[in-house]
């Protein structure tokens, strides 16, 4: 059975702040813990005005302190804007508060522009090449195998499992090589996929934290009672990919009917692409959607993901997308 877990960008919606960001956060992941959710996820961005997660370790203790047996982390951390004993540390003191529940996952991309950046590492100067010893100092740290010559305290010990994420080959490269489960961005950047996952799978080794390829894959998700209702409240996402592609990011705004029609060809068909791994629908129509991507990609276990305005909507959607997952899975072990 393919597993499934919550990718929430802690969106900050039009007239609202970050606060009211952080609290709906909060009810979302008390509501996915019972839903069955496996974990709940944040992503580390820096910038955006629609993005609360910044702060992605502060905000993941927010989220594991209101919830009570969902695994919480991140998805991810972008290990180079960081020294990886500032993220033992972190990931130390949230394992020490919420013993096996936290997971750590790793990118190498900036979550930001260049501006940004320069301005949380002082320097570009850095080798971006660096990232796979970054990784591998990190995991020396959590294993306190005193190779490089600091503890973390806390953080030596720590059972905080890693992660890689990645939207391009690289990142399944070094998942493979270093044997941890993989996580790709299929739900913004799908190009990829296919021949990610195959090098991934062929490449594998096993390590100390992972005997066998583990596979999770993005994957956006708006569902309501209706095709008709969840095509409308989908055009907030829409209007918010348009915009951070056009070099505009914004606050995630109501959605507006027709929206599509407004864009032209050219503008519908960059959507298309960018949201390619999508479900938009019914309850029925996105288990078939879930359906059919699972069958093409063998995934074992789906990072759903969807950006509604309405907050009550929003749970409403994971709500019923965890249905058809459930409903996937009864079916399938009917047919064993």
Not at 62 to 75: E, F, N
Not at 80 to 89: M, S
């Amino acid at each position: 059975m393919t597993g499934y877990s919550l990718l929430d960008l802690v969106p900050i919606i039009e007239g609202g702040d970050a606060s009211l960001a952080l609290a709906h956060a909060a009810d979302l992941a008390r509501q996915a813990e019972q839903s069955g959710y496996n974990r709940y996820w944040v992503a580390e961005h820096h910038g955006m005005p629609g993005i609360a997660s910044a702060a992605t370790s502060v905000v993941i203790g927010h989220i594991a302190g209101a919830t009570k047996t969902i695994r919480v982390g991140a998805g991810g951390i972008m290990l180079p804007n960081h020294a990886p004993l500032v993220i033992a540390e972190q990931f130390g003191t949230l394992d020490a508060l919420y013993p096996g529940r936290i997971d750590l996952g790793l990118g190498r991309a900036p979550g930001s522009d260049q501006t940004v950046s320069r301005a949380l590492r002082r320097t570009l100067e850095s080798d971006p090449q660096q990232f796979p010893r970054d990784v591998m100092e990190l995991q020396s740290y959590f294993a306190d195998d005193g190779q490089t010559g600091v503890r973390a305290v806390p953080g030596g010990g720590a059972k905080v499992p890693l992660w890689i994420l990645g939207s391009s080959l690289f990142g399944a490269q070094l998942a493979a090589a270093l044997g941890l489960p993989y996580a790709f961005a299929s739900h913004f950047a799908p190009a990829a996929l296919d021949q990610a996952i195959a090098i991934y799978r062929r490449d594998f080794k096993p390590s100390a934290q992972l005997s066998k390829p583990h596979v999770m894959l993005g994957f956006n998700v708006i569902a309501a009672d209706s095709d008709e209702e969840a095509e409308y409240l989908a055009t907030s996402q829409q209007q918010a990919f348009v915009a951070i592609r056009t070099g505009r990011a914004i606050k995630l705004p109501p959605p507006v009917a027709g929206y599509r029609d407004t864009l032209g060809a050219h503008g519908n068909a960059v959507l298309d692409q960018v949201l390619e791994c999508s479900a938009i629908g019914s309850r029925e129509t996105v288990a078939r959607g879930l359906a059919a991507f699972i069958e093409r990609t063998g995934a074992d276990e789906l990072m759903l993901t969807g950006g509604i305005y309405d907050a009550e909507k929003r749970r409403r959607s994971f709500a019923l997308a965890a249905e058809a997952m459930q409903s996937l899975g009864a079916q399938a072990a009917a047919a064993e």
